[in-house]
């Protein structure tokens, strides 16, 4: 399976961004999904995922300010990110959380700053 991401950019404290991950493979449907990110001189953590029921769950600190949800037919996963701050500049991935997480893409750079 093979993920890549787009919409990052630069956003001002406050701003919002919608992140998108085209993924492959005939059983996309069915996989549990996830948004990483991973901060300068930092680990890549998970903020958020997104089952094949549309279950999700959040990293503490995006609760309330990020939301995932997926397009099965366009096998895409998105997470939409309001209300950023400096803290959520990262490099943002996607993937399938372990113990099946498969090879990583390039991500997709989020920069909040004034």
């Known amino acids: 399976v093979k993920f890549v991401e787009s919409g990052g950019g630069l956003v001002h404290p406050g701003g919002s961004l919608r992140l998108s991950c085209v993924g492959s493979?005939?059983?996309?449907?069915?996989?549990?999904l996830g948004w990483y990110r991973q901060p300068p001189g930092r680990s890549r953590e998970i903020v958020a995922r997104?089952?094949?029921?549309?279950?999700?769950t959040y990293e503490n600190s995006v609760k309330g300010r990020f939301t995932i949800s997926r397009d099965n037919d366009k096998k895409t996963v998105y997470l939409q990110m309001n209300s950023l701050k400096p803290e959520d500049t990262a490099v943002y991935y996607c993937?399938?959380?372990?113990?099946?997480?498969?090879?990583w893409g390039k991500g997709t750079q989020v920069t909040v700053s004034s």
């Open positions: 493979g005939n059983i996309f449907r069915y996989y549990t």
């Open positions: 997104i089952n094949e029921n549309n279950v999700t």
């Open positions: 993937n399938r959380p372990s113990p099946f997480t498969e090879d």
